[in-house]
T-cell receptor, first 114, second 109 residues
């Protein structure tokens, strides 16, 4: 299994600013994932972050808006840039272990943009 | 990627067995069927996974017919704490997961 922590747990930000969300895992993992979950909705995959390579973004998400860093095998950040109220959402990171068919999720970061 | 279809919501009462069915008509040969549970303000949590026939663990059972075009998650004797959203996913591995709309289960006393 894997234990995942995220910082911050929640934040209220002004439009036009940026917020960086941190994701820390208690073990080394190859692949980390970032999801967005809008209120009352399902999860939408933003991007897959592999250590040592550029993140792979899903349709509708671009690097300029959601830059991702993956400096090592236990850590990743997602930045939400130039925020607007439409970016208000819960952002979750997850990992998949090579010897497991599960994905393990962090507790999420609740972002409100005013 | 195979698309999944689930009921939007279900209601049940404590002590009953709950069956949630998921349709995945375009499932590929290498795809597994996985179910996750999500409580409010938490990330999803793995419940069970299967490829065919029946899988059972301490939490639930998963029934998959021979054609694999659907699957049924069975929760025995639900309690109020089983109130959550349940997601059915179809994917080849844990690196390629797409969440559908999910089923919001409400357990009533």
């Amino acid at each position: 299994s894997a234990v995942i922590s995220q910082k911050p747990s929640r934040d209220i930000c002004q439009r036009g600013t940026s917020l960086t969300i941190q994701c820390q895992v208690d073990s080394q993992v190859t692949m980390m994932f970032w999801y967005r979950q809008q209120p009352g909705q399902s999860l939408t995959l933003i991007a897959t972050a592999n250590q040592g390579s550029e993140a792979t973004y899903e349709s509708g998400f671009v690097i300029d808006k959601f830059p991702i860093s993956r400096p090592n095998l236990t850590f990743s950040t997602l930045t939400v840039s130039n925020m607007s109220p439409e970016d208000s959402s819960i952002y979750l990171c997850s990992v998949g272990l090579s010897n497991s068919y599960e994905q393990y999720f962090g507790p999420g970061t609740r972002l409100t943009v005013t | 990627l195979a698309k999944t279809t689930q009921p939007i919501s279900m209601d049940s009462y404590e002590g009953q067995e709950v069956n949630i069915t998921c349709s995945h008509n375009n499932i590929a040969t290498n795809d597994y069927i996985t179910w996750y549970q999500q409580f409010p303000s938490q990330g999803p949590r793995f419940i069970i996974q299967g490829y065919k026939t029946k899988v059972t663990n301490e939490v639930a059972s998963l029934f998959i017919p021979a054609d694999r075009k659907s699957s049924t998650l069975s929760l025995p004797r639900v309690s109020l704490s089983d109130t959550a959203v349940y997601y059915c996913l179809v994917a080849e591995n844990n690196n390629d997961m797409r969440f559908g709309a999910g089923t919001r289960l409400t357990v009533k006393p």
